[in-house]
């Protein structure tokens, strides 16, 4: 566990998050910086050992909204807590926020907070029990259908096609990819184009995505 990290605070300053930051700061011991726009927190995007706590209650949808796409800027490290999030917690939340690893609803006390807080700093992951159980339940009905799915699709594809896309998990450019299977590049992305057709996929990240679930 790395018992020192930092604490970015997505929030406005009102008189509850600076009572929420002080009890924060006087029991782990750790900075909080309070950050309030998507330029701002590019100023953080290369730490490590980071944790971004945002504030669903007071932030303004447009702010979020501008917030969401910035997303894939963060840091794979960052650790993302949503707090003062209403009783009836929306599942989506899970896959909007990306490394969600807690959710704090607005009756959690400060003691918990921060015992939570610790927990998902060590890698552990804080959510609601009905979030929980309801994800439970949607990957229950999904997961099958999904293997179907894949299976069906798989048998379309032909022996160079699924040779291209096991090389593409291990993260191979076109040019590699030719001289592994003694090919032209030209070929090869005549290959990926009619793979991604089948696959139903946009791009190669996709397709990785994919065929991770396929092959690994």
């Known amino acids: 566990m790395n018992t020192y990290f930092k604490i970015l605070l997505l929030a406005e300053k009102c008189i509850k998050n600076e009572v929420l930051a002080n009890v924060m700061k006087n029991k782990l011991k750790n900075k909080i910086h309070y950050v309030h726009e998507e330029k701002e927190l590019r100023r953080y995007q290369y730490e490590c050992n980071l944790i971004l ?6 932030l303004s949808t447009k702010l979020i909204e501008k917030i969401m796409p910035y997303q894939c800027g963060f840091n794979k490290s960052w650790r993302v807590i ?4 209403g009783e009836k ?15 704090f609803c607005t009756d959690i006390s400060s003691t918990i907070m921060i015992d939570a807080i610790k927990k998902i700093n060590d890698g552990e992951i804080w959510l609601p029990r009905s979030v929980m159980s309801e994800l439970v339940t949607n990957y229950r009905a999904q997961s099958k259908p999904i293997e179907k799915e894949i299976i069906a699709t798989t048998l379309k594809l032909t022996q160079r096609e699924e040779d291209i896309l ?16 003694f090919v032209s590049e030209s070929t090869i992305k005549t290959h990926l184009y009619n793979t991604f057709k089948k696959i139903e996929v946009k791009n190669r990240r996709e397709a990785r995505a994919w065929a991770e679930r396929r092959f690994m």
Do not use: R
């Not at 917690?89 to 959710?103: P, R």
């Open 166 to 181: 096991k090389l593409l998990v291990s993260g191979d450019s076109n040019a590699k990819m030719a001289d592994s299977l």
């Open 89 to 103: 917690v929306d599942v989506e939340l899970i896959t909007h926020w990306k490394n969600c690893c807690g959710i």
């Open 82 to 85: 949503l707090f003062n999030v």
């Open 53 to 58: 706590m945002v504030d669903l209650s007071s």
